[in-house]
């Protein structure tokens, strides 16, 4: 089974910021929907999945939420939220993100829903890598 690449990924054309834009929008769907935008059986089936096929989206999410994906999920990369002439002062505009104080997340200022428990002592250092450190361990609480 293979996961999601960006539309913007297949294009000879795309450029890379577009690609990383690709990337991000489709972690947030995951993260959000729990499973990726398109699946196939094969990477040629995928690619015209994610060339062709509409983004479906789970019934049980938010109005607000399926509003933001859908938004970020547009095939035409300009169109999508964020990638017009006002950029990401068209996100933190969005009703999905009403509420949010966006500052107070630009200074680290705001309190995670989640705090993962970190197991062994170790002291959790996320590097440019995206990675934890070397000997971190992550216990999922259940």
Not at 55 to 76: D, I, N
Not at 117 to 123: L, T
């Amino acid at each position: 089974m293979y996961g999601y690449c960006p539309s913007s990924a297949i294009s000879a054309t795309a450029q890379l910021t577009n690609t990383r834009a690709s990337i991000f929008v489709t972690r947030r769907y995951e993260m959000m929907a729990g499973q990726p935008p398109f699946e196939a059986e094969n990477e040629d089936d995928l690619f015209e999945a994610i060339l062709h096929d509409d983004v479906l989206y789970p019934v049980w999410l938010s109005a607000a939420a399926k509003g933001v994906l859908r938004q970020f999920m547009t095939k035409p990369i300009a169109s999508r939220l964020g990638c017009g002439p006002s950029g990401e002062r068209d996100i933190k505009a969005h009703a999905f993100f009403s509420g949010l104080d966006w500052d107070k997340l630009d200074n680290r200022q705001l309190t995670p829903p989640f705090k993962p428990k970190i197991v062994g002592g170790a002291r959790a250092s996320w590097g440019g890598g995206g990675r934890p450190a070397v000997g971190v361990k992550l216990a999922v609480r259940g």
